[in-house]
T-cell receptor, first 109, second 117 residues
Framework: GQQVMQIPQYQHVQEGEDFTTYCNSS?????IQWYKQRPGGHPVFLIQ?????EVKKQKRLTFQFGEAKKNSSLHITATQTTDVGTYFC?????????FGQGTRLTINP | EPEVTQTPSHQVTQMGQEVILRCVPI?????FYWYRQILGQKVEFLVS????????KSEIFDDQFSVERPDGSNFTLKIRSTKLEDSAMYFC???????????????FGPGTRLTVL
């Protein structure tokens, strides 16, 4: 079945440093979604990428979808303490979302 | 802003007991989902529901699980005979529609933490 791998599993940075998490699917995706989950919270939708090679920005966050629609990345520039949480990518199959394992971001103020 | 709600927030049950987890999706949404997340692990798809029937289910969603939309607003997940390994956070999600280019957004509820003793 479809598998979505995400690396790294953990990332600890100093506040102000950049952060990147990578996502790879075993199959071509119709779209990929990114979610953020704060400790003790629920996944909150961040963005969806649909087109091959698509790049979207949300303030300090940059999302990319690979040309083959099998990989994606999320890059945060100049992290802030509010960025703490686990970032999940989720690849869309027919109906279901297949989530990656998540990258847990912690930040030293 | 409308949101998905779930009750209870925490359910403790004995192994072998039946539990029903309740969700109220966003009112004009058409697609409904259940996911689970074992502590510290990734979110796992359980089942999707559209037009009053299951549209897709995972291998986790075996005969012990069932879903219902009994009254047009609630969406429930029933576990008939709970096992220790069913302990997890269960998230309900809903989505308005699926457009032709695949753009869609699922909105997650706050979750029900199920503890099986």
């Amino acid at each position: 079945g479809q598998q979505v791998m995400q690396i790294p599993q953990y990332q600890h940075v100093q506040e102000g440093e950049d952060f990147t998490t990578y996502c790879n699917s075993s199959t071509t995706l119709s779209n990929i979604q990114w979610y953020k989950q704060r400790p003790g919270g629920h996944p909150v939708f961040l963005i969806q990428l649909v087109k091959s090679g698509e790049v979207k920005k949300q303030k300090r966050l940059t999302f990319q979808f690979g040309e083959a629609k099998k990989n994606s990345s999320l890059h945060i520039t100049a992290t802030q303490t509010t960025d703490v949480g686990t970032y999940f990518c989720a690849g869309k199959g027919a109906q279901k979302l297949v989530f990656g394992q998540g990258t847990r971001l912690t930040i030293n103020p | 802003e409308p949101e998905v709600t779930q009750t209870p927030s925490h359910q403790v049950t004995q192994m072998g007991q039946e539990v029903i987890l309740r969700c109220v999706p966003i009112s004009n949404h058409l697609y409904f989902y259940w996911y689970r997340q074992i502590l510290g692990q990734k979110v796992e798809f359980l089942v999707s529901f559209y037009n009053n029937e299951i549209s897709e289910k995972s291998e986790i969603f075996d005969d012990q699980f069932s879903v219902e939309r009994p009254d047009g607003s609630n969406f429930t997940l029933k576990i008939r005979s709970t096992k220790l390994e069913d302990s997890a956070m269960y998230f309900c999600a809903s989505k308005r529609w699926t457009s032709g280019d695949g753009t869609d957004t699922q909105y997650f509820g706050p979750g029900t933490r199920l503890t099986v003793l």
